[in-house]
């Protein structure tokens, strides 16, 4: 079967080391190698003690890395520091950053540095929070808040009609003003096909997004009504201090239907995993860096500029999915959730 | 598969006894058979890649064609299906045409299975990636079939278990190269899952092809490697031992009928069946563990699938000290128990604890498959032969465990899923009291020679 004796190993067996060497080499070298020209761009987020601006700084430097774009950046010192932003944005563009995203911590404010670097040739994505006006950046790329709350407004409803539950809505807010909180809560409204003042609404507390007042929000609301079994909250902050608030008076999981939005880390795993959270729906900060840096460096490079609005997506993430609602696993949201 | 194949203590039983009498130094091989011999150890280091490259698919077709864990268990159904299909094929080529021609037929047809990965890569379904797979493995069971007694014939017979651990060591050096490759080239390049939720169809259809083509480029490397071994083993002069060949006929009936009689035996090849099945299980499962209960992100989820490996590799030198102390059921039972507990913890500790529980059941697994295999073989006598192929069988423990592990998983969660490798172990301890309590008649454990 097999012929011996007259071939010339010794010879042969170097030959074919060395194609596959060279072989090796070649494919080391295409995978090394990156045609793309280097640029630079900026990002500026609010606070970076934040894990939701931690995960899109990350993923934006790896964005980055493997774009062959080099990354400054900044951040504020509070949630409401504008100044820091400010002189961010001047100093980016003068180190010849080409595109920026920013995370604005004033909406208003923000906006003739914004415009200064947008003269100046830089494009600028607003990322998770709008200016005032929409038009002051090339583009947002962001969540599409109105549709996180009619998600987990739609689940509410669908799991309150499945576990024959005659609904008294419990509403913790954001703060007056702030449009990410009013469009969840409109959204909420109309997922459950309900409106403001409906009866079925106990009352709403504002909770700035802080455990601490959705607890002492969620107290003063079941002293109200003791008999809430549906609470709404704007943020899972909120949503941790409106589960300590039920804890503390002995209602049960089960009895509670609690929905929020944001999808943590800390909020899948100990409160959406075990079932005191029902659902959330989980946004992803990932995709607003990634598609920030993209584009930007996409436009860089000559390509057309970002405009418009970019959702960067939503899953429900629940241990109890309901017909009707698309949702994921908690797995998924595991996999998939920051902070 | 990774340490502790079937090969390798198939081997083993065909080795010399292990007596004291002084003996003249012999050389490691025949002269003019280095060469050989070098080509034979990269086959192991190549099987042992390719069996723990496939603990890393389970996760990634996972991700890849978005498929329950059960669907994405059906890997290990096709690659141990595959070895358990081809153990019988496999000694009739060595007994037909001899052992180079067994180690050429089991490289040929690992390689054309590796190649597989092309057409399969470019339909983007996974059907074909299970049948290049299972073409894959059953090359690779013709190969570790005829690879071992080849070592052995390679040289003096007073050397031959020096020679065959020196290759059987390069298996998990390979098998660490296998989940290096999915850590490094795959894992941290799929894309991202959450990207999806935002993706259009076509830019769906767009980020499969990528995954899939990370995936194929470890297999094509793997079947270059295989493809290079079979030319240069192909071209080499090699003498290929004569086959025994005894009155198999009346021998094998008798020898079946003993066999099913001995307990220790009969329950041996059950106790390895579970223990094949949890060590896959473990194995296959790990990065999901780390993904879908701790979050651990791709790119990092396969560095404990590594340490995993790593942990039963230095376990395995510990365990082969203590076992010249201690009676080796009773390390058996006491491992098996261990296994049970860091199971159930993963189960229970749905965080960090509870992955580096899951991590650490490679300690308990570490002695298990040679120790068993040694117990259930003891004092068989002329019976240990057809004994063995039995205990090769056993090896589909890692085809069907796994889509119950899977199953359970989708129903259940990925730590409620490793109950099954809990199950598993408890019934390996079982069997390891059983053997303590009970009494038997004689003979050497084997690992020496009933040859």
């Given at each position: 079967m097999w012929k011996r004796g007259r071939r010339h190993p010794g010879q042969l067996a170097p030959r074919l080391l060395a194609v596959a060497g060279a072989g090796l080499l070649a494919v080391l070298s295409l995978a090394c190698g990156n045609d793309k020209d280097k640029v630079t761009l900026g990002l500026i987020v609010k606070r970076e003690s934040n894990p939701f601006f931690v995960k899109i700084e990350d993923t934006a430097k790896d964005t980055a890395g493997d774009d062959n774009v080099k990354l400054l950046t900044a951040a504020g010192k509070s949630d409401i520091d504008n100044r820091t932003q400010v002189a961010a944005l001047a100093k980016m563009t003068a180190e010849g950053a080409k595109g920026i995203l920013i995370t604005p911590a004033n909406s208003s404010a923000i906006v003739p540095a914004i415009e200064k670097a947008r003269r100046a040739g830089v494009n600028v994505i607003a990322l998770d929070t709008p200016t005032r006006?929409?038009?002051?950046?090339?583009a947002l790329y962001a969540t599409d808040n109105f549709e996180a709350g009619d998600l987990i407004g739609r689940y509410a409803k669908a799991k309150a009609k499945a576990d024959s539950i005659e609904p008294k809505i419990a509403m913790l807010d954001l703060a007056p003003g702030i449009t990410s909180g009013q469009l969840r809560h409109d959204g909420f409204l109309k997922g459950f096909g309900i409106k403001d003042g409906d009866r079925r609404i106990v009352g709403s507390v504002n909770t700035l997004g802080e455990t601490g007042r959705g607890e002492a929000g969620m107290k003063a609301l079941l002293a109200k009504d003791p008999g809430i079994n549906i609470v709404y909250t704007v943020n899972e902050q909120a949503a941790f201090g409106a589960a300590a608030a039920l804890k503390a008076v002995g209602r049960s999981n089960d009895g509670v239907i609690l929905v929020s939005v944001d999808g943590g880390c800390k909020a899948i795993k100990d409160y959406v995993r075990p079932g005191v959270i029902d659902a959330t729906a989980q946004q992803y900060p990932e995709n607003m860096a990634r598609e920030g840096v993209k584009a930007l460096a996409k436009a860089a490079r000559g390509g057309p500029k970002p405009t418009g609005f970019l959702n960067t997506g939503l899953e429900l993430i629940t241990r109890d999915p309901v017909k009707g609602v698309p949702s994921e696993a908690v797995a998924f949201g595991v996999r998939n959730c920051w902070g | 598969m990774a340490e502790g194949s079937v090969g390798q203590t198939q081997a083993q039983s065909q080795a010399q006894p292990l007596d004291e009498r002084p003996r003249k130094k012999a050389g490691l091989v025949h002269p003019g058979l280095t060469v050989p011999f070098i080509l034979l150890i990269l086959c192991f280091a190549a099987w042992g890649a390719a069996a723990n490259l496939t603990d890393v698919l389970v996760g990634v077709f996972r991700q890849i064609f978005t498929m329950s864990n059960f669907q994405s268990a059906l890997v290990q159904f096709a690659y141990y299906g595959a070895y358990f299909s081809l153990a019988i094929p496999a000694a009739l080529i060595n007994r037909r045409f001899g052992y180079k021609a067994g180690v050429l037929a089991g490289l040929g047809l690992a390689a054309v299975g590796g190649l597989l990965f092309i057409p399969a890569s470019g339909l983007l379904k996974f059907a074909p990636f299970l049948i290049a797979l299972f073409v894959l493995a059953a090359g690779l069971s013709i190969l570790e079939t005829s690879a071992n007694p080849f070592v052995i014939a390679m040289g003096p017979e007073e050397s031959a278990t020096q020679r065959l651990n020196l290759a059987q060591a390069f298996n998990p050096v390979g098998a660490n190269i296998g989940v290096l490759l999915g850590a490094i080239v795959i894992l941290p390049n799929l894309t991202p899952e959450a990207a999806k939720v935002i993706m259009s169809p076509a830019q769906l259809h767009d980020a499969q092809e990528h995954d899939l083509s990370l995936v194929l480029g470890p297999y094509l490397g793997i079947a270059a490697v295989l493809v290079l071994i079979w030319v240069l083993i192909a071209l080499r002069k090699m003498p290929t031992p004569a086959e025994e060949r005894q009155g198999e006929g009346e021998a094998r009936t008798g020898a079946l009928r003993r066999l099913w009689r001995n307990r220790h035996y009969r329950y041996g090849v059950a106790a390895q069946f579970f223990n094949v099945g949890a060590q896959v299980c473990a194995w296959s499962f790990t990065i999901q563990y780390a993904r879908d209960v701790v979050g651990v992100p791709p790119g990092s989820a396969g560095w404990y699938l590594q340490a995993s490996l790593l942990l039963f590799l230095v376990s395995r030198f510990v365990m082969t000290y203590l076992l010249g102390i201690f009676r080796p059921t009773k390390l058996l039972a006491l491992m098996g128990a261990l296994g049970v507990g860091l199971s159930l913890i993963g189960v229970f500790s749905q965080n960090k604890v509870g992955l580096l529980a899951v991590v650490g059941i490679s300690v308990s697994l570490s002695l298990m498959f040679p120790t068993i295999y040694g117990v259930a073989l003891r004092g068989l006598g002329e019976d240990t032969k057809f004994g063995a192929a039995g205990l090769v069988m056993a090896i589909l423990g890692g085809a069907l465990m796994p889509p119950i592990q899977g199953k359970v998983m989708d129903q259940s969660g990925a730590a409620f899923g490793y109950i099954i490798p809990a199950i598993c172990l408890a019934l390996v301890t079982c069997y390891a009291l059983f053997d303590l309590r009970t009494h038997r008649n004689g003979g050497r454990l084997v690992a020496e020679g009933a040859h």
């Open positions: 006006p929409r038009s002051a950046v090339n | -």
